[in-house]
């Protein structure tokens, strides 16, 4: 069988169904690849900093030289860790054409090696041609198209992400950004959550999700800053977002107060005053000592009343700097905090 170069768009149609391999150094995968890929490194980073300095420095035929010393030891246990790919996901996928997906950063000497080994052992291979750099500009490239976004907004408290959830379960189209991005947008969002992905890695999950969106449906997205912990939604998506419809929910504040207390109660205390203490400037010295003060003598609620009134005033802030805002706005009150708000939201934004 004869290994096939194919454009991006078709291998990631394929992907849905086949196994991909990245065969890139650990690091380069690490940083960050395309979603669904499994590492399968032809080189490890130092042997990958080895051939790279002889390819620069010498020459492509001593690059090649010493990267077969490196591959040639290896090839069994890449064949055996491909059977183990294989055999995992072939519950899930048709693998009776026995069909492998194989990208290396530029669709070049690295995809070229693994694929012709593959090749020789009886699979089909299909390689990207232009490899990561090119699904990189796809990525980039679904930045730049239009979305019809429908911004889920509210005060801190008002129980926004279970909403989307909400919103997912009943058959509507949601991109939950804070769940990509590891984190839940406030300087206490980290607490308790994985390590956040690259700035790439999140880029290249948000741009899966939006392309498995048809062009005009309408997507539910929270309203957010563009900074999210460290992550930084592209400029396009931001722009979009902040032209785009704002479904805002107005609950109670007791109301609002009682909800993030009780997602947040139970939160590592040390962790959350070092969280308190980086937001020292904008809160205040007084009312930093007062609420760490709280949260020592475990009075969470008189705690979380002093972050909640600084948090509604920085994003009462934000919405009256932009831009049509008014134009842009649907106030929907709600008395209390309730996955039953989904229905409200769904009737506000189709009147």
């Given amino acids: 069988m004869a290994v096939e170069k194919i454009n991006i768009e078709k291998f ?10 990245d065969v890139r150094s650990p690091s380069e995968f690490n940083h960050a690849h395309i979603p ?30 010493l990267g077969l010393n490196f591959f040639g030891p290896k090839m069994n246990l890449l064949l055996e860790k491909v059977e183990k790919i294989i055999l995992e996901q072939s519950s899930n996928s048709n693998q009776s054409d026995k069909i492998i997906l ?32 090119k699904f990189r500009n796809y990525v980039l490239e679904t930045f730049q198209l239009e979305y019809n976004f429908q911004i889920l907004g509210g005060f801190t408290g008002s129980g926004k992400t279970e909403l989307l959830q909400e919103l997912e379960k009943t058959g509507n189209t949601i991109i939950d950004l804070e769940k990509i991005a590891n984190h839940k947008g406030s300087a206490f969002g980290n607490i308790g959550m994985i390590d956040q992905p690259s700035q790439e890695m999140f880029e290249n999950l948000l741009a899966k999700n939006l392309r498995e969106i048809t062009i ?67 809160l205040g010295g007084l009312e930093t000592k007062n609420a760490i003060e709280h949260l020592l003598n475990n009075n969470t609620t008189a705690c979380f009343k002093i972050l909640l009134t600084y ?29 039953l708000n989904a229905g409200i939201l769904i009737n506000a934004a189709e009147n």
């Fill in 36 to 65: 669904s890929a499994h590492s399968l490194p032809l080189f490890m980073d130092e042997e990958r900093a080895v051939v790279g300095t002889a390819y620069k420095q010498e020459s492509r035929e001593k690059a090649i030289k």
């Fill in 102 to 133: 194989v990208y290396c950063w530029r669709g070049g000497m690295r995809s070229a090696a693994v694929a012709w080994l593959l090749d020789l052992y009886g699979y089909k291979i299909f390689t990207l041609a232009g490899g990561y750099k």
């Fill in 216 to 282: 005009r449906t309408k997507i539910w997205i929270e309203d957010e800053s563009q900074r999210i912990g460290l992550i930084n939604i592209p400029n396009h998506i931001w722009n979009c977002m902040r032209k785009s419809p704002l479904c805002f929910l107005e609950i109670d504040f007791d109301e609002r107060l009682k909800h993030i207390v009780k997602e947040y109660g139970s939160l590592d205390k040390q962790k959350m005053i070092e969280a308190i203490n980086r937001i020292q400037q904008r």
């Fill in 311 to 339: 948090y509604d005033k920085w994003y009462s802030r934000g919405l009256n700097n932009r831009k049509n805002f008014n134009a842009l706005l649907t106030i929907i009150s709600c008395k209390t905090v309730s996955r």
């Fill in 12 to 21: 990631l149609l394929l992907a849905k169904q086949y196994p991909m391999i």
